[in-house]
């Protein structure tokens, strides 16, 4: 079975989440659920550089979480996609939509 280990970090103008593992129809629900409730009230940053594998359950949780950000004010950042979280937004076409960060320091100029 796919896991996907979650930890959350508060920043000062961002919560960061470290995810590792697999992000997919099997293991979304708590990351979906930090990003929605989160991103109406502050920057997101997922550090996505240990993500193994991501689905279209995965990308709609971040697309979404995206969407959310638009509509609150705030942002949703991608740190250090993995190369398959890259291909996935590079196959989708969504990679350009995104604010792609090598570090939380780069929030602090929003």
């Known amino acids: 079975m796919d896991q996907l280990t979650l930890r959350e970090k508060i920043g000062v103008n ?19 659920e930090k990003v929605y409730s989160n991103i109406k ?13 991501i689905d279209s ?22 740190m250090n996609p993995s190369e398959i979280v890259r291909h996935s937004l590079e196959r989708t076409g969504f990679m350009s939509l995104f604010n792609i960060i090598h570090s939380v320091t780069e929030v602090s100029n929003v």
Request: no cysteine; net charge negative; charged share 15%.
């Open 14 to 32: 961002y919560t960061l989440l470290e995810l590792s593992g697999a992000i997919n129809a099997s293991t979304f629900d708590e990351l979906q």
């Open 57 to 78: 359950s995965g990308m709609g949780v971040i697309l979404g979480g995206h969407n959310d950000g638009v509509d609150s004010n705030t942002k949703l950042f991608l």
């Open 41 to 53: 009230n502050t920057n997101i940053v997922l550090d996505l550089e240990n993500v193994t594998q």
